[in-house]
């Protein structure tokens, strides 16, 4: 039986939903996918640490103003 090649190639990670750019309010949902299956995928927002969140990721009572929000899946692997 031959043994497949270990997988070192992380996930390409996608952002498919978001709020319109004239939101104003405190409150967002965004929405990610991946090219390959994801056992997790992790959120930092504003340059804070990386932490687990979900496929669906809500965000409530955000200050006004620009944010950053940065999404990154883990792959089985």
Not at 40 to 45: G, P
């Amino acid at each position: 039986m031959a043994l497949r090649p270990a997988d070192t190639t992380p996930p390409d990670t996608f952002i498919v939903a978001g709020p319109p750019t004239d939101n104003s309010g405190p409150d967002v949902i965004f929405g990610f996918a991946s090219n390959e299956p994801v056992e997790e995928y992790e959120c930092a927002l504003d340059g804070g640490p990386f932490v687990g969140c979900e496929a669906v990721y809500e965000l409530l009572g955000l200050a006004a103003g620009e944010h950053i929000l940065l999404v990154r899946a883990i792959d089985l692997a």
